[in-house]
């Protein structure tokens, strides 16, 4: 009986050192991501709110995410007299190795043959797929808890308590927004939804999911107008309240990281990952393709950021368990009936 | 296993790295006048009176609350994640089973929001 079919494993193994190479050159793709990413925010906002936005470092401003992070290394290095020295250092690591580790699953493409050696444009292709994503994001908490609770100041512990509320409230409804896609792919793995989207992008049958899926993107990641972590007005600076210089930079690098793959996510998920309607290109255009879709997607994180106002914590609240929550659920209670009626 | 989540360990470590090479940066580059940190740079921020929040610093108990609903739907969720996988092959029977867990969680969830649990105070 079907039932008792155990999860399939998914995927093949490359050699180690295959393994080591790809894993490295998809990071620093990831990776020189967050800078165009941090330049994209700045840019495009600027001309949304028609100014320039900064244009004096590079040709056209482009190198001065560069000179920020340049600026923040070069910092005198100092702590709170209350705070607990080794997590007030490691917790910044703890959200950076947890952006990492999401990045892992994010599938450029299927199996590509690369002088002679079968190589899979991704980190991993695991049969627990997104549920690895859902794992880190959860750990990723962690770097924002011990980091305000390390600090020793109250405006930081508060920031982290309700950054903490925020990110498991939103988790829920980002958990039940995928749960619909995986009823119709019938798989966990990134790579068997992409190849699932063949037909028709998921964003089509799945739109309320996809909704769903974004709006607790912004939430997750922390981006305006769901920044109630940082918001100014109240909590003075949220959780990283006390960090300055290098230690700073490790979390602002951190939370574009997230939204790069919150991006990525939505990409693969809803967007059909490498697949173009209509067309078949050849399998080098995948990453391409991939990239620039991610973005296509960050570009509407930036535009949501300049288009609402910040809402007041008990609306943030209200608006993920009262609305996202529920919608949710319906959606995968409609979606699996309708599955089941039409098979 | 290893060998599939072979890729996943190097990414953690370059994040590790990276994460540590920005961490300790400060205090490798930055500029070292010993003796000369002034009190305000040492002092947490404040703004009104003095306080002490070390250890036993009060807070909301609505961040009790929404902790404790976060389990409970969290684990339904991940209860549902190998229903849904399966839901094609197996059929009818898994959506009745998927509405079996579900409906005493509505349930649970009416009460909730009734009790105003998700009202945030």
Redesign the interface.
Same mark, same amino acid.
């Given at each position: 009986m079907?039932?008792l079919v155990p999860?399939a494993?998914v995927?093949f @193994?490359e050699s180690?050192w295959i393994?080591?190479i790809? *894993?490295?050159v998809? &990071?620093l793709v990831g990776?020189t991501l967050v800078p165009l990413a941090l330049m994209l925010d700045r840019k495009l906002m600027g001309r949304m709110q028609m100014r320039y936005g900064p244009n004096r470092v590079g040709p056209y401003g482009a190198l001065q995410p560069m000179a920020d992070i340049g600026k923040l290394?070069?910092?005198?290095?100092?702590?709170?007299?209350?705070?607990v020295g080794f997590l007030f @250092?490691?917790a910044?690591?703890?959200?950076?190795?947890? *952006?990492?580790?999401t &990045?892992?699953i994010i599938p450029f493409g299927g199996t590509v043959d690369i002088f002679g050696t079968e190589v899979g444009l991704y980190?991993?292709d695991?049969s627990i797929g997104i549920?690895?994503a859902f794992a880190f994001s959860g750990l990723s908490v962690y770097g924002l808890m011990l980091g305000g609770w390390a600090?020793?100041?109250?405006?930081?512990?508060?920031g982290a308590?309700r950054s903490? @509320?925020q990110l498991?409230?939103y988790?829920?409804a980002m958990?039940?927004s995928i749960?619909g896609i995986?009823?119709t792919a019938?798989?966990?793995s990134l790579t068997g939804i992409v190849e699932a989207q063949s037909g028709m992008w998921y964003i089509v049958p799945q739109f309320v999911g996809f909704c769903i899926y974004i709006v607790s993107a912004f939430a997750e990641t922390g981006r305006p107008p769901f920044d109630l972590s940082e918001a100014e007005a109240e909590l003075?600076g949220g959780y990283s309240?006390?960090y300055g210089?290098?230690?700073f930079?490790?979390y602002y690098?951190?939370e574009y990281f997230h939204m790069v793959i919150a991006s990525a996510i939505a990409v693969t998920m809803f967007l059909g990952g490498w697949q173009l309607p209509f067309v078949d290109p050849p399998t080098w255009v995948d990453p391409i393709v991939v990239l620039v879709k991610t973005v296509l997607v960050i570009c509407v994180f930036v535009w949501a950021r300049t288009t609402f106002p910040r809402p007041r914590?008990?609306q943030l609240?209200?608006l993920g368990?009262?609305i996202l929550?529920?919608l949710a659920?319906a959606n995968?209670?409609v979606t699996?009936?309708i599955?089941?009626v039409t098979? | 296993m290893l060998t599939t989540y072979g890729p996943a360990i190097v990414f953690v470590v370059l994040g590790a790295v990276i994460g540590a090479v920005f961490v300790s940066a400060g205090s490798l580059l930055g500029p070292k006048r010993a003796g000369t940190t002034r009190d305000a740079q040492v002092t947490p921020y404040e703004c009104g009176l003095p306080s002490e929040v070390r250890g036993s610093f009060r807070f909301g108990i609505s961040f009790y609350l929404i902790a404790m609903l976060f389990i409970i739907f969290d684990v339904e969720l991940l209860f549902i994640y190998p229903i849904a996988v399966q839901l094609r092959e197996v059929g009818t029977f898994a959506l009745v089973a998927m509405c079996v867990f579900l409906v005493p969680l509505v349930v649970a969830f009416v009460y909730e929001w009734r009790r105003k649990a998700m009202e945030w105070r």
């Open positions: 079907s039932v999860f494993e995927g @193994a180690w393994q080591i790809k *894993a490295v998809i &990071f990776f290394l070069f910092k005198q290095q100092f702590r709170p007299r209350t705070s @250092a490691f910044p690591v703890i959200s950076m190795i947890c *952006a990492a580790a &990045f892992a980190g991993i695991v549920l690895f600090s020793g100041s109250k405006y930081s512990f508060l308590m903490a @509320a498991i409230s988790e829920l958990g039940f749960l995986v009823i019938g798989t966990l003075v309240t006390e210089g290098g230690r930079a490790t690098a951190a914590y008990d609240m209200a368990w009262k929550l529920p659920t995968v209670i699996a009936i599955v089941v098979d | -």
